[in-house]
């Protein structure tokens, strides 16, 4: 198999000079939007726009511009992935609530490694063709995350939700700024929600959490306020809901996002219409359940 490299448009962005364009020159652009691939091209890049894309035949490498040889190389967008964690390093220790190994390495010394390598992971997501990134929910300190992203120049684009408004509580998350913040009632969702809007949140995020002690119908009247407060406040609500009534509870309610797909029951088509009909955004995260069922 021949190798193959993406040359970021976003990331060629992030890092281009305001005073010179730049020309990405011979690769090949492969334009998702509509399927159509245009073979030695020329994309020229002028301060923080794309301002050209055609085959050289077309249009010649303007001159001037800082070249940039992308020969047998392919030219895309950047990709966006919708459903991260920032809190969450993705290692063995990262979740103490799943398995506690406080034992071996401390939750605490965990956060504490993943504060002080964020410009890492942030070069690391560039380094694979992510330019963007949505957080869908952890402690406060989520939004210096995205201050920090927006000031660091190798960095991708960053969206973040602030603690999960959920029926249930995380305790060995909580080391003072917990990731998941327990809501009794419709009147404690909405100041909660009115905190979130200060720091000017992309989303807010609800944990619908069901079990033999939370029915679907119990934390509704909870969901329903988030909701209503949050989009008084023109942020939108995104939500975990792995369980088909739990979902379509969630959408009915007004969510604007569903952030893993379900997987206790196969849909049916009347959830399907649902989704439809409201424009709810379905992100179906297909690897995760898998790796965690692997790890813990």
Known sequence: MNRITAFLIGAALATSALAQKISLVGGTV????????????VVVINGDKIE??????ESGVPVGSRWVECDGKFILPGYIDTHVHFFQSGDLFTRPDGADLNSVRPYKDEVGWIKSHLADTFARYLRCGIT????VGGPMWNFEVRKTADSTAKAPRVAVAGPLISSVSREKLDLGDPPIVKI?????AREFVRKLATQKPD???IWYIVDQDHPVDSFRPVARATIEESHAHKIRVAVHATELETARAAVEEGA???VHSVIDKPVDDTFVKLLKDRHTILCPTLVVFERYGRTF
Do not use: E, H, Y
């Not at 050209?52 to 035949?57: D, F, G, L, T």
């Open 256 to 258: 604007d996002v569903l």
């Open 203 to 205: 989303l807010v995020k």
């Open 52 to 57: 050209s894309v055609a085959s050289r035949k």
């Open 132 to 135: 963007s990134v949505v957080d």
């Open 184 to 188: 009794d009632t419709p009147d404690q």
């Open 30 to 41: 492969i334009n998702p939007a509509d399927g159509k691939m245009v073979q030695n091209a």
